[in-house]
């Protein structure tokens, strides 16, 4: 059992769509992390969210941690080919000092 | 600034076989964590290095090691290489100890077992 659920696990979409991705816990988290990879690449850092209902905004990607703090969202606006790739939400443990990741939402935007 | 680099990009080795992958972080930089990538189980921690001692570790068995240098470079090993452990390696520094510093990750190991 992932300690961090997202959906969808996949997501195949037109140019132009909205969409949104769910990163979900029944764990407390003091922030969390979101993550783009696209193949060949390491993850690269988007966003982290600390304050429970704090909002997020990165050009057409809003991001939102939830009030009680486990769960989050990532909501695409107008999506471009160039947004494709996997998007991983991921949280730190304290027991155990490391960062857990979600299994991830492959995204692919048709043009 | 340079970014994380590890070497190499790409490996096929086989079975019960060893492998060492290298991973330099960014300038500065002292942690330095480990993580696998598989699709079945996605990204797992491995370890994390700071100041060439291990500080944190994952849940994988004992063929898995590392160790980091005086410049922060950091290596690791899987020894007795099997089928499952094909997987992209990656790796990732900060600035200081602890997974909730921001982590930039490498362009990772791709690891064939055949």
């Known amino acids: 059992t992932q300690l961090l659920e997202q959906s969808p696990q996949f997501l195949s979409i037109q140019e132009g769509e909205n969409l949104t991705v769910y990163c979900n816990s029944s764990s407390v988290f003091s922030s969390l992390q979101w993550y783009r990879q696209e193949p060949g690449e390491g993850p690269v850092l988007l966003v982290t969210v600390v304050t429970g209902g704090e909002v997020k905004k990165l050009k057409r990607l809003t991001f939102q941690f939830g009030d009680a703090r486990k769960d989050s969202s990532l909501h695409i606006t107008a999506a471009q080919p160039g947004d494709t790739g996997l998007y991983l939400c991921a949280a730190y443990m304290e027991y155990g000092n490391k960062l857990v990741f979600g299994a991830g939402t492959i995204l692919r935007v048709k043009s | 600034k340079a970014g994380v680099t590890q070497t190499p990009r790409y490996l096929i080795k086989t079975r019960g076989q060893q492998v060492t992958l290298s991973c330099s972080p960014i300038s500065g930089h002292r942690s330095v964590s480990w993580y696998q990538q598989t699709p079945g189980q996605g990204l797992q921690f491995l370890f994390e290095?700071?100041?060439?001692?291990?500080?944190n570790k994952g849940n994988f068995p004992g063929r898995f090691s590392g160790r980091q240098f005086s410049n922060s470079r950091s290596e690791m090993n899987v020894s007795t290489l099997e089928l499952g452990d094909s997987a992209l390696y990656l790796c990732?520094?900060?600035?200081?100890?602890?997974?909730?510093?921001?982590?930039?990750f490498g362009p990772g190991t791709r690891l064939t077992v055949l």
């Open positions: 290095y700071f100041s060439e001692t291990q500080r």
């Open positions: 990732a520094s900060s600035l200081v100890l602890g997974s909730s510093d921001t982590q930039y």
